[in-house]
Every structure is written in structure tokens, then in C-alpha cells.
């Protein structure tokens, strides 16, 4: 009796860890929660700050809440960047970029950046998606210009952007509202050894990545009477291999310190998706020029500043903010860190032991220490909105948050960031 009391008691006991364990595990996989309506909460806050930096905003007052102070010689600069995903099959209909291009049009109407870096675009999908807007949305429709590879067409004929030589050309695409800002040139380079080889790629690259380029000048001058520039660079870094991103960040930064030095007053965005989590070689190396527009938000936020959201993730596969829970957290902590340290994940289940010797074979390629994302468990966004302020200039971020964040009805595989930026004279 005492024998089969205890092992009662035993049982009692492993039924009550049993449970724990499941309801802990259900808990990780819930919380914390973010849905629709937060989305839509962020947006409405957006706006707000919006009207307090802007040049309209602030001629009705001089001080606003939370410290922020108006003056009318400052301007707002709203910038997004979007992996609006590839036009190809999906295995659920409602993904597929037909159905998509018209969420993607309302998450570009509500939000109304003046810049928007997208990646992945083909020419005929970018077409697709400035018609909706003028159909949808005539003005915004009229005011966005789109900036990609200027090919040069045969003489005599004119080459549009769902010209099928153009396929490739928006893969990197600027666009831009013309009403606000002026194009004064461009330029694009292909991420290799030889930038100005056409398609050409290194490093083990699987992918051709590309960098493209724009110079554009405000259209609403300072207090001073000056117009305000900026050097707008768009990339997408190869997804499977670490050693071609490191050597894809490193061209790109030499080429954003080269256009800076020739034009030392105008201030630099770095937009794109990096396929790096922060803290990894990538991001260490483009951040010992630039800054990162969530993490100097997320410094500010702390006086109420900036106003930021959340979000771990930007790349949600289909799956939403469903990956913002803590059990998705720790799965991507691990991916990321396997991903930074050179781990080469085939496109496919490994199903034979060749597969399985090749991940192992290239796993630690490089320092696993270094592979480590910054923030575990807070933030695996692989889209950033890197930044640095002209000579003479501030530029300081009053909202960077993931857009469009939802469970269901995806514009994309990816959520856009969005911030908003505060350009000033620096006294």
C-alpha cells in the first residue's frame, strides 16, 4: 500500500508537470499578441506625429505633448521599405501577387511614405502595382515615380517596365513622390566584384544583388531657403550565402562613403532587406557608418521621442505575427544564428544523408560568437532603415515601427518598416 501510494503521488506529480509544461508552451505560443488592430493603432499614431513635424503642423503651434517641439524650420521625410515578394506560385491562392498587389496599394495609400525601397519586384509587377495605385488612389498615382536599372532599349523603340528584357530591372526599385521630392540622378551597380558587370555576382552569391542608387532634392525648401538632399540606396543581400553578404555589405558601404564624400550636405538612407539579423557581420558592418533608425528610436522612446511597436519580426513567411510569439522567438534565434554562421540551408527538406553532410559540412563557416543576433528574442528584422545626417544637418527618427503587421490577408512574406524622420539644421 505505502508502494502504491508513492507512486500515486509520483504520477500525481509528473500529471501536474505534464500540464505546466503544456500551458507554459501554449502561453509562448500566444503571447505577446499583436494583431489588426494594434496595426491600426500604430497607424493612427503615425499620423500624429506626422502633423506635429510637419512643416503644415507646426505652424499652429510651438510646443506639442511628450516634449516635442515644432518649428517650422524643420521637415518630415517619410520613408518605407517593402520585400513586396516575387511574383511566382503559391500554395495558397489568396498570396499570389494577383491578389495581393491591391493590399499592397492600401498599406501605400494609408501610410503614403515620400520613399519607398521595395525588393523583389519584377518590372511587370511594379507596372501592375503604380496602375492600381492610379486607379485606386489618382493623385498618389500621378505623384510616385519609380526609379530601376535605366536600360538602354534599341534605338527607336521605348522599353516600359513590364517589357519582358526589363523583367530584372525593379528587383531594387525606388519609388519616390515626386510632388515632395526631385530626382537629380541615379546609378546602379550589381553587389560583386565587378559592379558594373550586368548580372554579374561573387562570393558564392546564388543570387544577382544589386544596389540601386537615387539623388533627389526636396521640393519644400528650409527656414534657411535651402533644399534639402538625400542619397537613397536600395539593396536585397543574397539569402543563403554568409560570406556573399558580408562581401555585399562591404561594396555597398564603400560605395555610400564614396557618394557622401562627393556630397558631403546630403544625408544617406540605406533601405533593404539585408536577410541578417541585427548584431550579425552584415549589420555590424553597415552600422559602423550609419545608423539604425529602430535602435536610435527605441534610445529615444525612452524620453518619448520616438514612438516604435513591438514587433520581432519582418519576414513572417506567411505565418504573420503569429512568429512574434516568445516559442517563435527562440526558433528563430536559432535559425538566425545557424544562417550567421555560414550554415548553407538547402531550398529543399533535406531528405539524404548528402544533404545533411552538406548543412553540417558548412556549419561555423565563420565565428558563431559573431553569429549571435544582437537582440535575442526582441528583434529578427532582416529589413532595416539604416540612415546618416548630411554636414550641417540633423536627422533624428520620431516613429519607426513593422507595418501592415497582421494575421491574415497578407500583402507579403515580409512586413514593411516604416519611419519617420525629423531633418533640422544642426545649430
Known amino acids: 500500500k505505502e508502494r502504491e501510494k508513492a507512486m500515486g503521488s509520483k504520477g500525481r506529480k509528473l500529471g501536474c508537470g505534464v500540464v505546466g509544461f503544456a500551458v507554459l508552451v501554449a502561453v509562448l505560443a500566444v503571447f ?30 510651438t510646443t506639442t505633448t511628450r516634449g516635442w517641439r515644432n518649428n517650422s524650420s524643420q521637415q518630415v521625410l517619410s520613408v518605407m521599405t517593402f520585400n513586396v515578394r516575387l511574383d511566382c506560385e503559391e500554395n495558397n491562392p489568396s498570396n499570389h501577387f494577383t ?13 503614403q511614405p515620400h520613399l519607398i525601397g521595395m525588393q523583389e519586384p519584377f518590372g511587370g509587377q511594379v507596372l501592375h502595382l503604380v496602375t492600381e495605385l ?12 519609380v526609379i530601376g536599372y535605366e536600360r538602354k532599349s534599341p534605338q527607336g523603340t521605348h522599353w516600359d517596365m513590364g517589357h519582358p528584357r526589363r523583367h530584372d530591372d525593379y528587383k531594387v526599385a525606388i519609388m519616390y513622390d515626386d510632388s515632395r521630392l526631385e530626382l537629380l540622378e541615379n546609378d546602379y551597380l550589381w553587389l560583386s566584384k565587378t559592379p558594373r558587370v550586368e548580372n554579374s555576382k561573387s562570393w558564392g552569391s546564388i543570387g544577382v544583388r544589386n544596389l540601386n542608387i537615387a539623388r533627389l532634392r526636396s521640393r519644400l525648401p528650409n527656414q534657411q531657403g535651402d533644399f534639402e538632399e538625400f542619397i537613397v540606396f536600395n539593396t536585397h543581400l543574397d539569402v543563403w550565402s554568409e560570406e556573399a ?10 560605395t555610400i562613403s564614396e557618394w557622401q564624400a562627393k556630397y ?45 511597436n513591438q514587433v520581432a519580426n519582418s519576414f513572417h513567411g506567411w505565418q504573420g505575427t503569429l512568429l512574434n510569439s516568445y516559442l517563435a522567438r527562440i526558433g528563430q534565434l536559432i535559425v538566425f544564428t545557424l544562417h550567421g554562421s555560414g550554415v548553407v540551408f ?26 549571435v543576433p544582437l537582440w535575442p528574442f526582441n528583434r529578427f528584422h532582416v529589413d532595416w532603415i539604416l540612415f546618416r545626417a548630411g554636414a550641417g544637418r540633423m536627422l533624428t527618427p ?12 497578407y500583402s507579403s512574406d515580409h512586413f514593411p518598416i516604416v519611419a519617420l524622420f525629423d531633418i533640422a539644421q544642426n545649430s
Not at 489618382?138 to 510616385?144: A, D, F, Q, S, T
Not at 533601405?271 to 555590424?284: E, I
Request: glycine share 6%.
Open 32 to 61: 505577446p499578441r499583436y494583431d489588426h488592430d494594434d496595426d491600426n493603432g500604430m497607424l493612427a499614431t503615425y499620423r500624429q506625429v506626422l502633423q506635429q513635424y510637419s512643416a503644415d503642423g507646426a505652424a499652429a503651434a
Open 99 to 111: 491578389k495581393r498587389v491591391f493590399r499592397i496599394v492600401d498599406t501605400v495609400a494609408k501610410w
Open 134 to 145: 492610379s486607379n485606386h488612389h489618382p493623385e498618389l498615382g500621378r505623384n510616385y515615380k
Open 245 to 254: 553578404r558580408r562581401g555585399q555589405s562591404q561594396l555597398a558601404l564603400d
Open 264 to 308: 558631403p550636405a546630403a544625408s544617406v538612407l540605406l533601405l533593404g532587406d539585408f536577410n541578417t539579423a541585427p548584431g550579425q557581420a552584415a549589420y555590424r558592418t553597415l552600422n559602423s557608418y550609419l545608423s539604425d533608425a529602430w535602435a536610435k528610436c527605441k534610445q529615444l522612446s525612452g524620453n518619448g521621442t520616438c514612438v516604435s
Open 346 to 371: 538547402h531550398r529543399h527538406v533535406p531528405r539524404t544523408l548528402s544533404d545533411w553532410a552538406d548543412i553540417v559540412g558548412s556549419f561555423n563557416s565563420f565565428s558563431l560568437a559573431e553569429a
Open 398 to 409: 520620431r516613429f519607426v515601427a513593422v507595418a501592415d503587421a497582421r494575421t491574415t490577408d
